[in-house]
């Protein structure tokens, strides 16, 4: 195992790290995986209380999403989706649109390719309407959309973003209802509808050179779980309309079940212009990302000219491995009725986690379909470490967002495993080095 995290740290850049970290918190070396637990090379098991960065719905090794794919790379593992098709591609859009009302599908490799092409998109659209000015974006505070230089662009995390200012192009900010901010008295209906104003504020301004408006619905996810209330999404959504801007749904984190619905913007009775959807969408299997929109903006790339087209392309666009066990993850949607499902564990695992909720380190404590959270009020420095290794040696694999800790785990995950957690939880929380 030392070998293994030397070569690693050798030989492997480690995503979102400092690698001179590695030195004192080395990475957790895997072997293999089964259910919500990751298992490394001495046996040793960790409970995937994160779902590996969110991807994960069904578990690790899942037998329906593992027979997909065995059952594809018998037939074909990939080909190209520019002058040609296949069957697993086209029954995945025909899907996603029932489930989406969006009936057109564009396919990217992850979340960020996803947001580059919606952002694309939405631009080339009001191009093609003859409205070349409508190519700025508004996003809103705290937001997350990915790394890559456009994504970054409608980013608003410092963190990630001050280092690369001077290659990203400028967005505006509009005031996030992160129901934490509202006044004391204030409900989180009445500070998202206060937040919504000041979008609409913006609107009245700038539309004209506004191509869309992009959000993280009802959860902002890297920030820190940030969650808010549906009321707006739904005046997002009338404002866009009102306005003449685009609205794109960034549901690459919280589609495919995670706040409770298939997609979150059920819950505010909202069709965004676009949806991003990646994470889940293969069960944490394989990357892949799509983009589904509407006939009306469909219709506006649609002819004689090859530059009307939306000329953009990722090699593996439309895997037909990744579409597989999309499909499958799909089929176990339906077969295991699992949003109903959820609805009830939810219940339950909020129950579990009430020792956690009452414990006098512990504020803010949020829940949201399968995603809890909450912020720990004196977290110091490094906090986030010391809290990650303690729930190592308690068998948990969690990763707090700064002071933010949260709980994201497959849908696989039993009440006894949970119990398991809440207990690993409230000894990070108890640990006097944490
Ligand atoms: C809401 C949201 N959008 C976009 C992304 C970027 O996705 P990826 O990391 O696959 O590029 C993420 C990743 O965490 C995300 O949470």
Request: with cysteine.
């Amino acid at each position: 195992m030392d070998d293994l995290l030397n070569r690693t740290r050798a030989a492997v850049w480690h995503p979102c790290t400092q690698m001179k970290q590695l030195e004192a918190a080395p990475p957790l070396a895997i072997a293999r995986g089964e259910g919500p637990w990751l298992i490394d090379p001495d046996g040793n098991r960790y409970l995937d209380a994160i779902s590996s960065w969110w991807v994960n719905l069904f578990g690790h090794c899942n037998p329906r999403i593992n027979a997909a794919i065995t059952d594809q790379l018998g037939k074909i593992e990939h080909v190209m989706l520019a002058g040609a098709t296949h069957a697993p591609v086209v029954e995945l859009s025909e899907r996603l649109a029932r489930l989406t009302g969006l009936g057109h599908a564009f396919y990217g490799s992850d979340g960020s390719s996803a947001t580059e092409i919606a952002l694309k998109m939405s631009a080339h659209f009001w191009l093609n309407a003859g409205q070349s000015q409508k190519n700025g974006f508004i996003s809103l505070k705290n937001g997350y959309h990915g790394e890559t230089i456009g994504a970054l662009s409608v980013t608003d995390m410092s963190l990630f973003k001050s280092t690369y200012s001077p290659l990203l192009r400028h967005t505006v900010q509009v005031p996030v209802p992160d129901a934490r901010l509202a006044e004391p008295g204030e409900s989180a209906e009445a500070f998202a509808l206060r937040c919504a104003a000041a979008l609409e504020a913006h609107l009245a301004g700038h539309a004209a050179e506004t191509a869309a408006f992009i959000l993280e619905p009802l959860v902002q996810g890297a920030t820190g779980m940030a969650m808010y209330h549906p009321a707006y999404l739904t005046r997002a959504r009338e404002l866009c309309t009102r306005y003449g801007v685009h609205l794109i749904a960034d549901e690459i984190a919280v589609g495919f079940g995670r706040t409770g619905t298939m997609f979150a913007c059920e819950q505010a009775g909202v069709r965004p212009d676009f949806i991003c959807l990646s994470k889940g969408i293969t069960g944490g299997y394989l990357p892949l990302s799509a983009v589904l929109t509407t006939d009306i903006v469909y219709a506006a790339f649609y002819g004689d000219a090859t530059t009307r087209g939306f000329l953009h392309s990722h090699s593996y666009t439309g895997n037909p491995l990744a579409c597989r066990a999309a499909l499958a993850v799909l089929d176990i949607f339906e077969d295991d009725r699992v949003i109903a499902a959820n609805r009830l564990k939810s219940i339950e695992f909020t129950a579990i986690l009430s020792e956690v909720a009452a414990h006098p380190r512990v504020c803010h404590f949020r829940h949201l379909g399968m995603i809890w959270a909450f912020d720990v009020a004196d977290a110091t420095p490094g906090f986030s470490t010391r809290f990650h290794q303690t729930a190592l040696a308690n068998s948990v694999f969690m990763r707090p967002i700064g002071g933010t800790v949260y709980v994201m785990p497959p849908y696989v995950t039993h009440a006894d495993e949970m119990r398991s957690l809440a207990k690993a939880t409230l000894a990070c929380l108890d640990h006097p080095d944490v």
